[in-house]
């Protein structure tokens, strides 16, 4: 799994404690490919828009609750349209993480809406889950 290294940011409008992770640059990713990342205990999903919007997901199907990937190259559809799940095939939209085939069909990954700015990707911390870790 892909381990990038974050940094911290004060950002006035952000949530209650004002932090933001910078999570990537935004040429880290690429438009149709999804990426892994690690932010504290969570694993997410990062997915870049044409529009060079960025979404982040929660690394965690919303059925089983285990990682939908832990590759890469294992994240989206063969014709990279979705994010797959690397087990059951299960398959979600990029732009919202709507789960449209498999098992958990008309679920929804757990979604994070990034701020793109100076062409670097950031995130407010406050909105990361404490989840207990799955492994
Ligand atoms: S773990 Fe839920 S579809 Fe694979």
């Not at 490919?33 to 997410?44: C, D, E, F, S």
């Not at 960025?54 to 990937?69: D, E, F």
């Not at 929804?108 to 406050?126: H, K, M, P, R």
Request: with cysteine; aromatic share 6%; proline share 6%.
């Amino acid at each position: 799994m892909i381990c990038w290294p974050i940094s911290r940011r004060h950002w006035a409008d952000a949530g209650k404690d004002g932090q933001m992770l910078k999570l990537c640059r935004l040429d880290d990713l690429v438009v149709g490919k999804a990426r892994l990342l690690n932010a504290g205990h969570n694993h997410l999903i990062l997915v870049r828009s044409q529009a060079n919007a960025v979404q982040a997901y929660l690394n965690r199907c919303p059925h089983l609750k285990i990682p939908l990937a832990l590759q890469d190259s294992q994240l989206m559809s063969p014709d990279g349209s979705a994010i797959q799940c690397a087990t059951h095939g299960a398959l979600f939209v990029p732009e919202s993480g709507f789960c449209i085939s498999g098992p958990c069909k008309g679920e929804q990954l757990w979604s994070f809406t990034c701020l793109v700015e100076n062409a670097s990707v950031y995130l407010d911390e406050t909105e990361l889950p404490n989840l207990p870790t799955e492994n």
